[in-house]
C-alpha cells in the first residue's frame, strides 16, 4: 500500500514539473514574439503549452498555471521597469499576471473539442481581458497580443476596423486552431475538420483586406504634403533636470536643430520634456528656444513642463516662424506614480513606490496648425515645382505613453487632425526593450485612423509611421542603433483627405461583438 501512495506521489510529481515547464515555455514564446526578439511567428502557437496544462484541470488549478505564466511572461517582458521603481515592478507584475489567471479560470469550463464555437469563444474571453486591462485602474495596454504583430503589415490592416483588439484576436484564435489540431492527432480530443472553415475563412478575409489596403492608391489629388524633421537629441535621464547641464542641452538641441533646418522642413519636432526648465511659458530657457526659432523660421515643437500658478503641466508647445507660443496642449491621461499618485488620501504610503512629483491633467484635445505647409496636389507637382498650401493643416499630439490609448488618437482624429506626433522620453528604462515595446503602440494608432504618425523620443526609437504601418524611416547612428544615439531624420510625409475610418468614428464596437459572443457561448453551457 505503502509503495502504491509513493508511486502516485512520483507521478504527481512528475506532472507537477511538466506542466511547470509547460507554462514557463508558453511565457517564453511570448516574450519573444515581442522587441526585443520581435519573432512575431512565435506568437500564433505561444499559449499551446499553457492550453495543454489547462485540459481536464479543475478551475482552481486552471487560475493558478495560468496566473504562473502571467508572472513569468511579464517578469520578462516589463523588467525595465526596476529602473524606476524595484516595488512597483513587483505588484504590477503581480497584478497583470492576474488576467492571465482569470483566463484559464474561464476558458477551463470548455473542453477543448475543436468546434467553431471555441475557436471564437477562447480569443474572445482574451480580448476582453485586454481591453479590461487597458481601462481599469486608469488602465495599461501595454503588450497586447496583437501588438506582437506589428511588423506583420497584412494582418494588421484590420485595425482600422476593430482597433489592435482584431489582431490580438486572430491570434489567439490561431493558437486554438493549432493547439486543437495537436491534440486531435494526439487522440486527447474528438474534432470534425469542418469546424475549421470559418476561422480559415476568417484568417483569409483579413490577409486578403490587408494587402488590399496596402496596395490601395489614395486620391493622388487630395494629398497634403508635409515635410518635417524630428530629433533625438539622447540627453542622459540624470541630466534632465540638473541646473548645471542646461548649457549643455539647449547646445546639443540647437546643434541638432540646425542639422534639421538645413533640409528647408514645414516643422521641426522635439521630444517630451524637451525644454530643461521648469517655468511659466514666458521666462529662462524658452526665450533662448524662442530665439533659436525666429532665426531659422521654422515652427518648433517639444515638450516642456509648464507651471501655471501652483500647477505643473506636461505639456507641447508649438512655436511658429518667428518665435511665438501658438499653442498649446497640456497632457490629458498621466502616468499614475510617474505624474501622479493615486489615491494618495487613502493610502499615503503609495508615495513611497514611486518618488516622482504631481503632474495635473489637461482639459482640452487642443489641435495645432502648420500655417503654411507645402500642400499641392501631386499633378500640380509633377507639372512645376511646390509652392505652398493655402489652408493650415492640423495635427494632434500625443505626450509620453498616450499613444498607447487609442481613443485618445481617435478624438483627435474626430476633430480634424490630418496626422499625429508622439513626443516621447523613454530614457528612463535604460538600454532595454521597453523603448521599441512602446513604439509598436504607434504603428496601431497610425492604421486605426488611417494618418501619418511622427515620433520623437529623447532616446529613441523617433521616426516616421504611414497611415499603412509601414515604418518609413527611424533615427539611427552609423552602426544602426536606434535607441540611445542622437540624430536628426527628416521625411516628406502625406495626409489623404479621405473620410474617417471605420474605427475612428465607431470606436471599440468590435469589443462589444465579442461581448455578445462570450456571453451567448456561457448562456448555451449553462442550458447544457
Not at 469546424?195 to 497634403?224: D, M, V, W
Request: net charge positive.
Amino acid at each position: 500500500m505503502l509503495w502504491k501512495v509513493n508511486e502516485f506521489q512520483v507521478r504527481g510529481s512528475k506532472f507537477e514539473v511538466k506542466n511547470l515547464l509547460l507554462c514557463i515555455l508558453c511565457a517564453v514564446l511570448l516574450v519573444f514574439s515581442f522587441p526585443g526578439f520581435n519573432i512575431w511567428p512565435v506568437a500564433w502557437f505561444a499559449f499551446v503549452p499553457l492550453f495543454f496544462v489547462l485540459q481536464n484541470k479543475s478551475k482552481l488549478k486552471a487560475f493558478f498555471w495560468a496566473y504562473l505564466t502571467g508572472i513569468i511572461f511579464w517578469a520578462g517582458t516589463i523588467y525595465w521597469l526596476v529602473h524606476v521603481t524595484l516595488v512597483g515592478t513587483i505588484i504590477l507584475i503581480l497584478y497583470l499576471a492576474l488576467y492571465f489567471g482569470f483566463f484559464g479560470l474561464i476558458i477551463s469550463t470548455t473542453n477543448f473539442e475543436l468546434r467553431t464555437s471555441y475557436c471564437f469563444f477562447i480569443p474572445s474571453v482574451w480580448v476582453l481581458l485586454e481591453y479590461a486591462r487597458s481601462h481599469l485602474f486608469t488602465g495599461f495596454p501595454w503588450a497586447l497580443l496583437g501588438y506582437s504583430q506589428y511588423l506583420n503589415l497584412p494582418l494588421i490592416q484590420i485595425a482600422d476596423i476593430t482597433g489592435a483588439w482584431g489582431a490580438s484576436f486572430l491570434v489567439m484564435m490561431g493558437n486554438v486552431v493549432i493547439y486543437s489540431l495537436i491534440a486531435y492527432r494526439l487522440s486527447l480530443i474528438d474534432a470534425k475538420k469542418k469546424y475549421l472553415l470559418l476561422p480559415i475563412f476568417c484568417l483569409i478575409f483579413t490577409l486578403g483586406y490587408g494587402y488590399y489596403k496596402l496596395h490601395r492608391t489614395a486620391n493622388s489629388e487630395q494629398r497634403t504634403f508635409f515635410k518635417i524633421s524630428v530629433v533625438q537629441a539622447n540627453i542622459p535621464q540624470e541630466l534632465k533636470w540638473q541646473p548645471q547641464a542646461r548649457t549643455y542641452i539647449l547646445e546639443r538641441y540647437s546643434r541638432l536643430t540646425e542639422r534639421a533646418s538645413q533640409e528647408n522642413p514645414d516643422l521641426i519636432i522635439w521630444p517630451e520634456a524637451a525644454n530643461p526648465d521648469v517655468s511659466p511659458p514666458q521666462r529662462n530657457a524658452l526665450e533662448e528656444i524662442s530665439f533659436l526659432v525666429e532665426r531659422k523660421e521654422i515652427p518648433l515643437l517639444f515638450g516642456s513642463v509648464i507651471e501655471v500658478g501652483e500647477e505643473y503641466f506636461n505639456s507641447a508647445l508649438l512655436l511658429d516662424a518667428n518665435g511665438k507660443i501658438a499653442s498649446r496642449y497640456d497632457k490629458l491621461h498621466l502616468v499614475p506614480f510617474g505624474e501622479y499618485i493615486p489615491f494618495r488620501s487613502t493610502f499615503p504610503f503609495l508615495e513611497t513606490i514611486v518618488p516622482i512629483g504631481d503632474i495635473t491633467p489637461g482639459k482640452e484635445y487642443t489641435l495645432f496648425e502648420i500655417p503654411n505647409p507645402k500642400s499641392l496636389p501631386v499633378p500640380a507637382l509633377q507639372a512645376g515645382g511646390r509652392q505652398a498650401g493655402q489652408i493650415p493643416s492640423k495635427f494632434g499630439v500625443l505626450i509620453c505613453f498616450e499613444d498607447l490609448f487609442p481613443e485618445l488618437s481617435r478624438q483627435f482624429v474626430k476633430r480634424g487632425a490630418q496626422f499625429l506626433v508622439n513626443i516621447t522620453n523613454d530614457a528612463w528604462y535604460k538600454k532595454t526593450a521597453a523603448a521599441s515595446q512602446h513604439f509598436q503602440a504607434s504603428v496601431f494608432r497610425a492604421i486605426e485612423n488611417r494618418i501619418p504618425l511622427v515620433r520623437s523620443a529623447n532616446t529613441g526609437v523617433s521616426g516616421f509611421i504611414t497611415a499603412q504601418g509601414r515604418i518609413v524611416s527611424v533615427v539611427r547612428d552609423a552602426s544602426g542603433q536606434d535607441i540611445f544615439v542622437e540624430g536628426v531624420d527628416t521625411q516628406e510625409i502625406f495626409s489623404a483627405k479621405n473620410s474617417l475610418s471605420f474605427y475612428t468614428l465607431y470606436g471599440d464596437l468590435f469589443i462589444l461583438v465579442l461581448a455578445l459572443i462570450s456571453l451567448a457561448w456561457l448562456i448555451s453551457l449553462k442550458r447544457k
